[in-house]
């Protein structure tokens, strides 16, 4: 089944006349992912890689029947685009873009969170159901399909994680980017219920890396309500206190945020952590085995 | 992005909040001069502090290098005193428990009217994650160092989140006064001051503000005797006024050159130089030659990228360590030929001139042509087949 995109899922680009939109977009087209159209205010009327472009969401969506967008939009003029999508009613928003001011993104999320549409990101690789669907800018090639869910803080990293699944013979179910900003629009323990309640995923793996405590309250909410084997693999053990870690997000501040601390907590909720980065495929097996008494 | 405390205080002054008297100085006679002019009406007859300014902290506790019986701060009496400690100061070395030991050069002082202290309070800006917006700390324990105050007695730090848009609210500095224990004139000047900090935080698109201390004083005043700011690298494209106030002396010749070609790059203490595409992936890099026996040199992150430019830039930025005995390149290239990659990796070692062992590992789209075109180069580059492999290889090499 997956989560949140399938094969039936219709997508637009926000942003696709630009460099990044369009390189990305005719990736994803590639893949196989139903891109029905683009926005981008000022050049409605255009067509780009084939799909009709229009000025607002609203048109695009009344004219493609699009109900998830991607969006390519710079950072200065990012926000205003997650949040016209919101109002837009599409109920999937992939928001790619790195470098959103963060108050920003305060003011993006308070809107969007009592809406009705789920946004992932921003500054994340996107989200993609192997062999159905590809939002953003993962390579299509390493994943295969299966029933492992993945959700990560990171980008490249992620991809590590899916090529050492994949190479074991995990296949995956879904695998998601949450973004490296500290305001991003899921957590964790978001997209674990999702996954939940997915019959098709049996096991789950999840990266974080330092700064904030969404990794702590992942492992309490899987140890509270989360059956399923569950793996995980934290980076920036050895990053310096103080100093930003590439990702907004990544800062250890005021002695919280440890890599330490969150290895803790995920090791005393039962879940399988890899100690290098080069065996969290081999931590989610562990996962799996443990659960079926192997 | 930091700027020094006469900055944020003349910020926060127009911003409306109450800030001491104080005039810049960057010679003794200008300290002298300054003097004056403050004398003219000082709140505390002949109580004048003379304030070195560097982006660290710590500068009352710390020394200068030159002359260990001077601190970073110092209260003088006499246009004479002023004079005689700014030239202490000036054009030395500041050492303090923030700069690291090889201290900072002081190019400015702040030269500063003095208050009547009664109590010194601590307030702080931040934007929380859980709140998911910008929070509002206040504590009775100002002046001091306020980690140890949230490691020790947290109950004593009083939190107020706030709109971004919609501001501080009037019962909520009534909430905080009253945890506070002001009175009288003392919460008409919390409600001002208080207000206006979280205004010109979301106003400047901050990351942090801190008043440390805010002191209370004898009249039931208040002041920022200290002001530190912080601002979001993403916001400063719309903030000119603010990219005048950076001082590059304050940085690292090689971050601001690095952060200029979109790289992200952080010294450690290491001898292993590492260059990676994508944060997380650099932090396990370096997570990964620590748990195979090394020390990282640095957290280098190309960005998605990884093209010539890039990667030049990186083995740069690398190499001016004179610590860096081997240095790791880690790339995943996802939809970026590793055969591009490779291509780039070569272009820039031949351009930097590379003088220690480079082991690099390579995965991704057309990793086996990649790893060719780095194998027929002719050029001592050691393959790595993995993530291990490349860490033992690495360790190794670095000796």
Known sequence: ?294 | MKIHEYQAKDVLRRAGVVVPRGLVAETPEEAAAAFDELGQELAVPSEVWVKAQIHAGGRGKGTIQEIPEQHGVQLVRSRDEAARVAARILGNTLLTIQTGPQGQTVRRVLVEEGCEIARELYLGIVVDRGCAGPVLMASSEGGMDIERVAAETPELIFRESFGADAGLQGYQVRKLAGKLGLSGPSVRAADKSMRALCRAFVQYDCSLVEINPLVVTKAGRLAALDAKMTFDENALFRHPELSELRDLSEEQPVEIRVAEAGLSYVKLDGNIGCLVNGAGLAMSTMDLIKLHGGEPANFLDVGGGADTEQVTEGFRALLSDNNVRAVLVNIFGGIMRCSTIAEAILTAYQSVGFHVPLVVRLEGTEVEKGREILATSGVDIVAADDLTDAAQKVVAAAG
């Not at chain 1, 159209?37 to 067509?47: E, L």
């Not at chain 1, 109900?67 to 205003?80: Q, Y």
């Open chain 1, 1 to 294: 089944m997956s989560i949140l995109v399938d094969k039936n899922t219709r997508v637009i680009c926000q942003g696709i006349t630009g460099k990044a939109g369009r390189f990305h977009t005719r990736h994803c087209i590639e893949y196989g992912t139903q891109v029905v159209g683009g926005v981008t205010p000022g050049k409605g009327g255009a067509t780009v890689l084939g799909v009709p472009v229009f000025d607002t969401v609203s048109e695009a969506v009344e004219h493609t029947g699009a109900d998830t967008t991607m969006v390519f939009v710079p950072p200065p003029f990012a926000a205003d685009a997650i949040l016209e999508a919101a109002d837009a009613g599409v109920r999937l928003i992939v928001a790619i873009t790195e470098g959103i001011p963060v108050l920003d993104m305060v003011r993006a999320y308070e809107v969007v969170r009592r809406s009705d549409s789920v946004l992932i990101g921003p500054n994340c690789p996107g989200i993609i159901t192997p062999g159905e669907c590809k939002i953003g800018i993962m390579p299509g090639y390493i994943h295969r399909r299966g029933s492992i869910g993945v959700i990560s803080r990171s980008g490249t990293l992620t991809y590590e994680a899916v090529w050492q699944l994949t190479n074991l013979g995990l296949g995956q179910s879904t695998c998601l980017g949450l973004g490296g900003d500290p305001i991003v629009g899921s957590s964790f323990i978001d997209l674990l219920k999702r996954f939940h309640d997915d019959g098709e995923t049996e096991g789950v793996l999840f990266i974080g890396e330092i700064g904030g405590t969404a990794e702590e309250e992942a492992a309490a909410y899987v140890q509270e309500y989360f059956s399923k084997p569950v793996a995980a693999f934290v980076a920036g053990r050895t990053a310096p206190p103080g100093k930003r870690m590439g990702h907004a997000g990544a800062i250890i501040s005021g002695g919280q945020g440890t890599a330490a601390e969150k290895i803790a907590a995920l090791k005393s909720a039962g879940i399988e952590v890899a100690e290098s980065p080069a065996e969290m495929g081999d931590a989610m097996r562990r996962a799996i085995d443990r659960s079926t008494g192997i």
